[in-house]
């Protein structure tokens, strides 16, 4: 039922249905200082992909022949949309969807980019799982990378092979802390003739801390 309001000495009567609405997007939070955004977007850009897997990548395609195109497109093409990017949420204080309202047809890129973060935070979260594994590992009395389990072979100790001598008769000698990885956190296994096996429960309950983690912390949007 539509609410009315009617007034004694007029007797004019006014439909609530038909007043319009106030058409301005919600006020949101800014940053108290520049100092606060301008380490939200070095977090943004520096991450384990800088950090771990770009210097193996510039050495796997030539080292320097790769990295000089690489800065060239960075500053011609990918730090002025970047810049772009940060000018419209600014500007309209919206989201990447709806920032796209003032041109219907390109909406489309905010949903490709919304997608896109979605499965680069589903990639680094099981980074981060395996991160948290080894962390609550870290706090045994031993490190259990730094010694061989009995069950692996050609295996040497991470924390001496500063003082051993590797036995000419080994064949393929590894560390221990690649084997921990593999066989302890990872379960890798030589071949998918056996199926993929059960997930490890320990790996599970850490992607599960993880994901609580970031929905924390993303889930009012700020």
């Known amino acids: 039922m539509a609410q009315r309001l009617s007034s004694s000495t007029n007797h004019t009567t006014v439909d609530l249905k038909t007043v319009p609405a106030d058409d301005k997007p919600p006020l949101r939070e800014k940053w108290g200082r520049n100092i606060e955004f301008l380490l939200s977007c070095v977090a943004l850009s520096v991450g384990f992909g800088n950090v771990w897997r770009f210097p193996y990548t510039a050495f796997k395609n030539g080292g320097g022949a ?3 195109p690489y800065l060239i497109v960075l500053f011609i093409i990918g730090r002025p949309i970047y810049y772009l990017e ?3 949420g600014q500007f309209s204080n919206r989201g990447c969807v709806k920032v796209y309202d003032l041109a219907p047809a390109m909406r489309g890129i905010g949903v490709g980019q919304t997608v896109a973060i979605f499965t680069v935070i589903t990639y680094y979260t099981s ?3 395996v991160t948290l594994r080894y962390l609550v590992a870290s706090f045994s009395p031993e490190l259990p990378w730094s010694k061989c ?3 692996w072979d050609n ?3 991470s924390s001496r092979l500063g003082s051993i001598t590797v036995d000419a008769n080994w064949t393929q000698p590894r560390t221990s802390a ?3 990885f593999r066989k302890t956190v990872m379960h890798s296994a030589d071949s998918l003739d ?5 997930p490890d429960w320990r790996l599970t309950l850490c992607l599960i801390v993880s994901w609580i983690c970031i929905v924390g912390i993303l889930i009012k949007g700020t």
């Open 66 to 68: 790769f990295v000089i």
């Open 86 to 88: 940060m000018v419209l």
């Open 127 to 129: 980074v981060l799982a």
């Open 149 to 151: 389990d009995p069950a």
């Open 155 to 157: 295996c040497v100790d």
């Open 178 to 180: 690649d084997l921990y």
């Open 194 to 198: 056996d199926g993929l096996g059960f």
